[in-house]
């Protein structure tokens, strides 16, 4: 099916494991985008890219690392998982930058 | 301070009654002002975009954005049980400029 998908939905791991998060869309997009979004914070974009192997920092990139040798592809990583990226990780993409859709999201635990 | 700033809510509402959700922001180098509906536990899904001031209507929801206060509304009109959900305003001066509020929780009581 078309459309934009995540994996896996849910994931635990313990501080100092590195983690890798999976986005992939079927439709193209140029742009591709990565938020997290916590209580009393909403969504925060961590990196976005704007086509195959351009990739840029967002608000909060700090901790996370980013690829995209592929369009359809752009998988983030937490090097050394630490608390603080307990959360829920949006990945979105679209034709342009404004017209984002989000996939189902992956709820992250770092114990 | 944030940049952008949304209540939280929550807002509840009877069926058929006018809705009307509301952001404002401090950066005046915003542009593109998005809606986006978000139901528990899912991703956000875009509603409507505006692209500098202006109105801008489809179907039952409208948005509006005045720059010169730096406010933007969602209006929802004849509201539904299904239009429970959260609603996140979203703002953005550029690529990697994108900037959420937290999201005003709604609830339609039929």
């Known amino acids: 099916d078309a459309g934009i998908t995540q994996s896996p939905r849910y994931k635990i791991t313990e501080t100092g494991r590195q983690v890798t998060l999976m986005c992939h869309q079927t439709?193209?997009?140029?742009?591709m985008f990565w938020y997290r979004q916590d209580l009393g914070h909403g969504l925060r974009l961590i990196y976005y890219?704007?086509?195959?192997?351009?990739?840029d920092k967002g608000e909060v990139p700090d901790g996370y690392v980013v690829s995209r040798s592929k369009t359809e592809n752009f998988p983030l990583t937490l090097e050394s998982a630490t608390r603080s990226q307990t959360s829920v990780y949006f990945c979105?993409?679209?034709?342009?930058?404004?017209?984002?859709?989000f996939g189902p999201g992956t709820r992250l635990t770092v114990l | 301070q944030k940049e952008v700033e949304q209540d939280p809510g929550p807002l509840s509402v009877p069926e058929g009654a006018i809705v009307s959700l509301n952001c404002t922001y401090s950066?005046?180098?915003?542009?593109?002002f998005m809606w986006y509906r978000q139901y528990s536990r899912k991703g956000p899904e875009l509603l409507m975009y505006t692209y500098s001031s202006g109105n801008k209507e489809d179907g039952r929801f409208t948005a509006q954005v005045d720059k010169s206060s730096k406010y933007i509304s969602l209006f929802i009109r004849d509201s539904q049980p299904s239009d429970s959900a959260t609603y996140l305003c979203?703002?953005?001066?550029?690529?990697?400029?994108?900037?959420f509020g937290s999201g005003t929780k709604l609830n339609v009581k039929p």
């Open positions: 950066n005046s180098a915003f542009q593109y």
């Open positions: 979105a993409s679209g034709k342009t930058s404004h017209e984002q859709f």
């Open positions: 890219s704007a086509a195959a192997d351009i990739t």
């Open positions: 979203a703002m953005s001066a550029g690529f990697n400029k994108f900037y």
């Open positions: 439709w193209s997009h140029s742009y």
